[in-house]
């Protein structure tokens, strides 16, 4: 579990594969490399304020033999366990070019507001 | 600890040509004994980090399966120079923000590349490089068997 704490960077990996954590003004961007990986085998679940993500990657090859296997294959997962300020309905998640990049919203803080007087 | 710099290159020679499928990595290994290179979270960005690969065979080619996320087909170079096959990728930075409290990287970004020496019996002219999905996916089909045989004839003096 990797806890994500405000403005700082964290460099986790999913067994090998490169992720990083940033902060952005008013939301947190994770990237995880995910090359080749089909987008149907990833899974991005929010449990509370922790954050998992699973996906399983195929081997390589279908047929013939392997002469070097270095890219991670099978079971891949990582969990984050997230700051207060995260807003967990608004997490939205994409996957391009075999990156898969989480945003998470930090909560609004209400600015001021004019109460109107009867 | 000062690096050895091996001296054995005709020892290995002789292993080359007896074993085609470890000639196929060895430049991979080489590239780590013969250069001192900074790894990925070094500040000195100009050394290009290795490039992450499967390789199989079937009876008609090789394989090379190589992770390069986030890139586009325009960033990934593939040639083969002197019978070594040379990947590279280059991504520059778009924007570099760096403010204070907040802190930005990109996966995908900087300089990459990797070597493999080919067998021999591998057709150059039919060599062919896809990119999907993070995967730069490269076929190299080997040569017919008996395409390298060539009879010379013997003429009088």
Known sequence: MTLITLGRCCTPDIRGFEAHVRR?????????ALPGVEKEKIQVTM????????????????RGRSLRSELPRGDLEKSYSLPENIDAEAVTSSFEDGILTVRL???QQPGPRAVPID | MKPVKRNDENRLDVVRR????????????????????????SEYNDYPAAIH???????????????LPGMKEDDIKVS?????????????????????????????????????RLPDNVNLEKVDARYKNGILDIDL???EKGLSRKEIKVKGA
């Open chain 1, 24 to 32: 952005d003004a008013d939301d947190f961007v994770i990237q995880t």
């Open chain 1, 47 to 62: 449990e509370g304020r922790r954050l998992h993500i699973k996906a399983f990657r195929d081997d390589s090859f279908s």
């Open chain 1, 105 to 107: 919203p930090l909560k």
């Open chain 2, 18 to 41: 007896n074993d085609p499928f470890r000639s196929f990595f060895d430049e991979f290994e080489s590239m780590f004994e013969d250069f001192f290179r900074p790894g990925l979270l």
């Open chain 2, 53 to 67: 690969a499967d390789v199989g065979e079937d009876d008609e080619k090789y394989m090379i399966k190589a992770a």
């Open chain 2, 80 to 116: 083969v120079e002197d019978g070594v096959l040379v990947l590279r990728a280059e991504r520059r930075e778009e924007e570099k923000e760096e403010k204070k409290g907040y802190f930005r990287r990109e996966i995908g970004y900087g300089k990459y590349e990797r070597r493999f």
């Open chain 2, 141 to 143: 089909p080997k040569k």
